[in-house]
């Protein structure tokens, strides 16, 4: 017998799975409804579209798309990912766009260039678990501000850092999901952008502004992205996968361009370049105006399933002192809070048992927090899920209420 | 003007760019003929393969395709590749195996996995350059063992083993390329590969085993894979990349499951998972038996270009004391030495001024050495390319052969 741990690295030894991937293992099972998953729903792939772009791309330039590519990726691409986002407010140049192999190569890349073990960086309470998992691996030490309805607290985040200040440190960077926060579904304030843009001057800092729902908004008025506000302190991470399709494994990085040159270094190391034959497929996909036209249709049918998931909730719910969820103008998710006795780790095996999963708030906080919380997806499913995996969590959480003593005294 | 230096991490403080892609660039300047880059041939892209498996994949499957996947990848595909290894005489199931984001991420799995900053790896010297920049991110000690014909001198190896083992310390692991070396050429003799394996058991040590020209052999008997001869100690990668093409960026990893593991949970947090959609293009084309045909087909192709390069070579190169190359058996490169007083990093701007490009023999060493060497590819240049790329070769080396000391004078 081999003792494999002898050689590991204190980032592999302090590892830990995914909770959340662990957990959506489980619930593939047949028969579950699962709000658990991140998904945009495979109905709405374009996939006769796609089909039709690798056509284009495999006769026009097969022997360029098979190769190797830059490790910035596609200057086409680039070009026209900058042209939306000028649209968008952003005054960016593809110079200052690089290619990434998913956002969550992002956040590992963010984590390579800015972190060393022990660097304090500042996240939200609750956070998106796979920016959690990539800035642990790098050893950061994360400190968490509470959110309310307006998004991150800007007082509370100023107060830390006034504190590290004192001890003579600062963070390495904030991170933020301003628009339609995983898992929260919080769309951050005007007034808050407008402070934590303050407070990034006034305490020369920068922010990474993680944003893969800004484009799925299903009503009310988009407030500008944070890179809109400050492009010399911000960089933001994109990703093709919920406004178009997850398979490709795309999306972009935005920025500063001596940080984007620190990713493209970074990135040489990791995987050389993204796949130079998806990134053809989407530029073609893109420069036809396909993309405008699919964000669009995905938006009205999440809007549609996020409507009908929170009559269904209203419906269906219990009557609980306590029991409240968000009503997110945008994104992929609900965010379910529970009376404070009830604890939505221990009610998830009822849950599962019942055929209906979520993701159990715990996840999403680097240390504890969020244990009578859940987060809900409402892309995915079909209406007729929708209705009964709500009709099925009303009955654990009813059944559950009164049974969490009675499940701390069983093995 | 804000100083972004404050916020990177060592790593990105110590990252250069790599040497290889910055002068790439400079050779894709048009009229030269570049021998540098480690690119397959992309004549030999099966295209109209490639379109009709994205047609079936699409038809079939696409909602599963264009969705996201498992993070160890697709099972159908591992089981693909479990069944390619067995026939290789590596016992092994799709357990064993994960599917990485090109080889390159394998390495830099490997690197995240094993390496602390200051933890001692042993490679061979010279050595791929993508390896010592993924190890080098992570904070690696290289230590460089020279070859010979035979490949890693193992004397050496265990020397330098037994000299850390009395300071009471070890290697993370022994990084080899045991066939057809990048950049050298070099396979592995058995004898050689017997004795790595003795030695890794010997002093309980892991070997990460990168094979990405193994099936590219034009003559000769195959020598055991080491993860063949011992299958608890060995992690291997391989690549479709150099088989097959390189525009998926898709590799895979085996090894034992242990180790396995740790690798699939550090690639939730690098990028959840590869591309399902072009996994899922790759299982259709093996599972009809297409790769198989393929390797036969580059195998072929390269053998000739290897020859007709050797030929030209020999045909054109000034006859010059310590001038001499390898005759590889298969793989994509030629590595030449120069008499010892001639730079081939000062070389290499005269000869992207006579339109011929290689990659300086530095670029592979982790410290210094290899300054009379370079690397030559034979795999991507037309015939008619390769005799012209060698005559004004041999025309630079012939003016250059003197002019050393000059070089230096000049500003």
């Known amino acids: 017998m081999i ?10 030894k302090g590892m830990k799975r995914s909770e959340i991937r662990e957990l959506l293992k489980l619930t593939r099972k047949p ?78 890349l963010v984590g390579k260039i800015f972190v060393d073990p022990g660097d304090v960086i500042m996240i939200s309470r609750p956070t998106y678990v796979g920016a959690i998992q990539a800035f642990h691996s790098y050893g950061a030490k994360m400190m968490g501000i509470e959110l309310d309805q307006e998004g991150t607290q800007t007082i509370l985040l100023e107060a830390e850092i006034v504190k590290l200040a004192a001890k003579g440190s600062k963070p390495k960077f904030i991170y933020e999901i301003p628009d339609f926060q995983n898992p929260s579904g919080i ?16 305490y020369d800092l920068i922010i990474v502004e993680d944003s893969p729902y800004r484009q799925l908004r299903f009503e009310g008025k988009s407030e500008p992205s944070l890179i809109g506000m400050n492009s010399e302190r911000i960089l933001s991470l994109y990703t093709f996968s919920k406004i178009l399709l997850p398979g490709f494994r795309l999306g972009w990085m935005a920025g500063p361009s001596e940080l984007i040159q620190k990713a493209v270094t970074a990135k040489q190391s990791v995987d050389l370049c993204s796949s130079p034959f998806n990134q053809s497929i989407l530029y073609e996909y893109l420069s036809r105006g396909l993309l405008e036209k699919q964000i669009i249709v995905i938006g009205k049918a999440y809007k549609e399933k996020r409507d009908f998931m929170l009559d269904k909730m209203t419906q269906y719910m219990p009557k609980l002192p306590g029991l409240k969820w968000t009503q997110p103008q945008g994104g992929l998710f609900l965010w379910v809070t529970l009376p404070e006795s009830m604890d939505a780790g221990e009610m998830f095996i009822a849950a599962v048992e019942k055929q209906v999963a979520y993701v159990v708030g715990s996840a999403f906080y680097p240390d504890s927090g969020g244990s009578n919380c859940f987060r809900m997806n409402f892309s ?26 009675t499940s701390i005294i069983t093995p």
Chains 1, 2 share one sequence.
């Open 31 to 108: 028969g579950i409804i699962s709000f658990a998953g991140g998904l945009p729903a495979p109905d709405l792939f374009p996939i006769d579209d796609i089909k039709e772009m690798c056509k284009i791309v495999l006769e026009k330039e097969g022997k360029t798309a098979l190769q190797y590519g830059p490790t910035e990726g596609d200057n086409r691409l680039r070009e026209e990912l900058a042209k939306m986002m000028n649209k968008d407010g952003v005054n960016i140049s593809s110079d200052h766009i690089l290619i990434v192999t998913s956002s969550q190569q992002g956040l590992d």
């Open 187 to 202: 769309t951050m304030s005007l007034k808050r952008r407008k402070e934590l843009i303050r407070i990034a001057e006034k």
């Open 3 to 12: 003792n494999y741990d002898q050689f590991l690295s204190n980032t592999a």
């Open 380 to 405: 995915y499913s079909s209406m007729a899920e929708i209705e009964e995996g709500v009709k099925r969590l009303a009955q654990v959480i009813d059944t559950w209420k009164g049974r969490r003593e």
